[in-house]
C-alpha cells in the first residue's frame, strides 16, 4: 500500500471535515476563508456547497494522516453568488456566531463583502470549458516530499484534478493568486505551463490560465 493517496474529500464524513477545517487554517492562516471562522467552514463551506456541487476538494493523506487539500469549482465567476443563493440566514447566522467567539473575524467578513470576481473569469465560466483551482496547501513538514516519479504531494493532488476535469470535458483550469504569493506562481508555473495575466479589477492580483491539453 502506498504511503501517500489523494481521495476525494466527502463532506459526510465528520473526520475529515475537521481535519480539512483545520488543515485549511494551518496552510492558509491569511486567507478569505480561514478568516471567516471555523463554524463558517464546517457548517457551510465545506458541507452546503460541497452537498450542493459548487465544491469539490481532494484530500492528500501519508500514512492516513491528512496533510494536503486542493480545492476547485466549475464556477469561476459565479462561485460565491451561487453559493449564497438561498443561503443568506444562515450564512449570517454561522457568521455572527463567528463574531461573537472572535470580533476581529469582523473585518475578515468585510473584506469578503467587498470581494469582485474578474471579468476573466466570467468568459472562461461562460465558455462551459473552464474550471477554478481556489485553493491548495500543503503541510510544512510535507512540502519538500519527494515522491515517485520525481513529484511532490502537490502535483498529486492538481494531477488528480486535472484528470478529473478533463474527463468531464473541460479544457481550462484559472485561478486567482496574488503578486506576492510567488509560490504558487512558480509550482503551476513550473509544473504546468501555466499562464499569468494581469487581473482587471485588482492591481494586485493575477489570472491564471492552464490549458489542459498541454499538460
Not at 115 to 143: C, H, N, Q, W
Not at 192 to 211: A, N, Q
Request: glycine fraction near 6%; include cysteine; aromatic fraction near 12%.
Amino acid at each position: 500500500m502506498e504511503r501517500l493517496e489523494v481521495v476525494e474529500f466527502d463532506y459526510r464524513n465528520k473526520e475529515d471535515l475537521k481535519s480539512i477545517s483545520e488543515l485549511h487554517g494551518k496552510v492558509l492562516p491569511g486567507s478569505n476563508v480561514p478568516g471567516l471562522g471555523k463554524l463558517f467552514m464546517e457548517h457551510f463551506y465545506y458541507t452546503t456547497l460541497c452537498e450542493r456541487g459548487l465544491l469539490k476538494c481532494y484530500l492528500a493523506k501519508y500514512d492516513n494522516k491528512i496533510v494536503g487539500l486542493l480545492t476547485t469549482t466549475k464556477w469561476p465567476y459565479s462561485f460565491i453568488k451561487r453559493g449564497l443563493k438561498g443561503q443568506y440566514l444562515k450564512v449570517m447566522f454561522i457568521l455572527g456566531l463567528s463574531v461573537l467567539l472572535k470580533p476581529s473575524r469582523l473585518k475578515a467578513i468585510i473584506s469578503q463583502m467587498k470581494y469582485k470576481a474578474d471579468p476573466i473569469l466570467k468568459e472562461y465560466e461562460e465558455s462551459g470549458t473552464s474550471f477554478e483551482l481556489l485553493t491548495i496547501g500543503v503541510l510544512d513538514e510535507f512540502r519538500s516530499l519527494v515522491l515517485p516519479e520525481n513529484k511532490k504531494i502537490a502535483n498529486k493532488m492538481a494531477d488528480a484534478a486535472f484528470k478529473y476535469y478533463k474527463e468531464q470535458g473541460f479544457k481550462y483550469a484559472t485561478g486567482q493568486i496574488v503578486k506576492e504569493n510567488t509560490a504558487p506562481l512558480k509550482f503551476w508555473g513550473r509544473n504546468y505551463k501555466g499562464k499569468f495575466h494581469d487581473s482587471s479589477v485588482k492591481s494586485t492580483s493575477c489570472i491564471l490560465v492552464i490549458d489542459l491539453n498541454e499538460i
